[in-house]
């Protein structure tokens, strides 16, 4: 049986519509009520803005053979243990006859900031990442279990702050070769790259996006390898594979 992408590339387009429409909608609502966040803090502060690409991962579990398989989304029930903290609180699980399948984040970074965010953006992902197999290691999900997918998803606007080429200082060693001059948009795609490369998640995916995608739906991706293309696939045939798996 082949696998499913589940019309992909046609939902990420609506998912990029609502987080764009969902940030304007709240600035909106607060300029309304006359208050207001500062910076950009208005457009996240009422709610998930990453929702579409939350449901878009929904709709390919269930398609690729776990239509039953427990899809967690609410905090209380989003927790899982960790090994260098007691817990960690991840953005989607899907749980299936007692077993954890897939361990998720979907992430976003809207200017003009994009520096420090980036930076803290990338220390959230390395040690949520190296936290979790280690726990795995360490039998936290049940002794035997077979490794979960583990995904991290970004949405990063698409502007010339996020494209312009950044310089970086390091007065004792030189900064590896690929991030001269790298725009912090290719900086997420290096990270994503690299979160693959180095197994701390089985997929990794950045993708671009301009402040007026809310009408176009318009997205852009940085490397076939942190493609959405790349991470659905993978979280379909792993999805696949566990049903198999799990018939027999």
């Known amino acids: 049986m082949p696998i499913n ?7 990420a387009r609506e998912a990029v519509k609502l987080f764009w429409g969902n940030r304007d909608a709240a600035r ?20 998930k803005n990453m929702d579409g690409f939350v449901a878009l991962v929904g709709d390919v579990v269930r398609a690729n053979g ?31 006859r007692g077993e954890l399948i897939a361990a998720l984040e979907f992430k976003s970074q809207v200017g003009p900031s994009f ?29 035997d279990a077979p490794r979960p997918f583990v995904g991290w998803l970004i949405l990063v606007e698409d502007a010339p702050a996020s494209r312009a080429p950044v310089t970086d200082r390091s007065p004792h060693f ?7 001059g790298a725009s912090y948009a290719d900086r997420y795609n290096i990270l994503c790259r690299k979160l693959v490369q180095e197994q701390l998640y089985t997929a990794a995916s950045v993708l ?15 490397g076939q390898l942190t493609s959405l293309t790349s991470f659905v696939t993978g979280l379909a045939g792993h999805i ?8 027999h």
């Open 174 to 180: 030189d900064v590896f070769h690929e991030f001269n």
């Open 240 to 247: 696949a594979a566990t049903a198999a798996r799990q018939m």
């Open 66 to 96: 776990l239509p039953d398989a427990s899809i967690m989304l609410q905090r209380r029930v989003l927790t899982l243990p960790g090994f260098f903290r007691p817990t960690k609180l991840w953005d989607m699980l899907v749980v299936h």
């Open 5 to 11: 992408l589940a019309d992909h590339e046609r939902k």
């Open 115 to 143: 520096g420090n965010n980036f930076n803290n953006r990338a220390e959230e992902a390395i040690g949520t990442g190296h936290d979790l197999w280690t726990a795995y290691r360490e039998w936290a999900f049940g002794r």
């Open 208 to 222: 671009a996006s301009p402040r007026n995608a809310a009408v176009t739906g318009e997205y852009s991706e940085l």
């Open 28 to 47: 909106a609502r607060q300029a309304e009520e006359g208050r207001a966040d500062q910076g950009e803090r208005a457009g996240v502060t009422a709610g």
